[in-house]
């Protein structure tokens, strides 16, 4: 038999841990996430940002240049297949905007 003399304190201290978790349960907590940033920004060596398979072999690279950004398409062989520049996208952008409009007739002609 437990002595009476440890009795109170083991009691005393239930009573309180008990107590504060109560207290925790009620108390509202107060989270405050910090917010997400609006862009990430990755700087672009000047030889260019290659992305790379997990063997190794370049697939494309993301340059820039006088005229802006550019980004090489890598074929098989790590030859360049395809360069798309910020100028080949605005005149495949035009001529693009600039077909929609020719043909009237066709339903599935995008308008603007």
């Known amino acids: 038999m437990v002595a009476p003399v440890f009795r109170f304190p083991a009691c005393l201290l239930a009573w309180v841990v008990l107590l504060a978790g109560v207290v925790a349960l009620l108390v509202p907590r107060d989270a405050r996430a910090q917010p997400?940033?609006?862009?990430?920004?990755?700087?672009v060596p000047p030889r260019g940002l290659v992305f790379r398979t997990l063997d190794?072999?370049?697939?494309?690279?993301?340059?820039y240049g006088p005229d802006g950004a550019v980004l090489e398409l890598f074929d098989a062989g790590e030859r360049t297949?395809?360069?798309?520049?910020?100028?080949?996208?605005?005149?495949?952008?035009?001529e693009w905007i600039d077909h929609a409009h020719d043909d009237e007739e066709?339903?599935?002609c995008s308008r603007f």
């Open 36 to 43: 997400p940033p609006v862009e990430s920004t990755i700087y």
């Open 56 to 63: 190794g072999k370049a697939v494309a690279r993301l340059s």
């Open 81 to 94: 297949g395809g360069r798309l520049s910020s100028l080949t996208l605005d005149a495949l952008t035009k």
């Open 106 to 108: 066709d339903p599935y």
